[in-house]
């Protein structure tokens, strides 16, 4: 399987911002559903934060609307979450992915390609 590859996590206060990236060139021309980010706190299920779509269409979590912004670069090939206003909840791992089959849903049952993970921890 082609790699995604997520960087740019580590540990802000509350308040603070972080960008995540996440490396996809082997996707780039692809036809895909969409690519999203996922996040997953210890004991608990991944969740979706955010998705978008290959023609620009993006989604958010109610979580996150208003603080984090997902983008897409086509020069780089790759996926972005730029993340503010941070709360120590949205601590965890987070997981770039891609949806190949036909279903965008945010819901990582629909996403069949997953990068390795980066550590966000917010403390207060």
């Known amino acids: 399987q082609v790699p995604l590859v997520e960087s740019g996590g580590g540990s802000v206060q509350a308040g603070g911002s972080l960008r995540l990236s996440c490396a996809a060139s082997g996707y780039w021309d692809t036809t895909y559903c969409s690519m999203a980010w996922f996040r997953q706190a210890p004991g608990q299920e991944r969740e979706g934060v955010a998705r978008?779509?290959?023609?620009?269409?993006?989604y958010y979590a109610d979580s996150v609307k208003g603080r984090f912004t997902i983008s897409q670069d086509n020069t780089e090939r790759s996926m972005y979450l730029q993340m503010n206003d941070l709360k120590p909840e949205d601590s965890g791992v987070y997981y770039c992915?891609?949806?190949?089959?036909?279903?965008?849903?945010?819901?990582?049952?629909?996403?069949?390609?997953w990068g390795q993970g980066t550590q966000v921890t917010v403390s207060s």
């Open positions: 992915a891609v949806a190949t089959g036909q279903s965008c849903t945010l819901h990582s049952r629909y996403y069949d390609r």
């Open positions: 978008i779509r290959s023609v620009g269409f993006t």
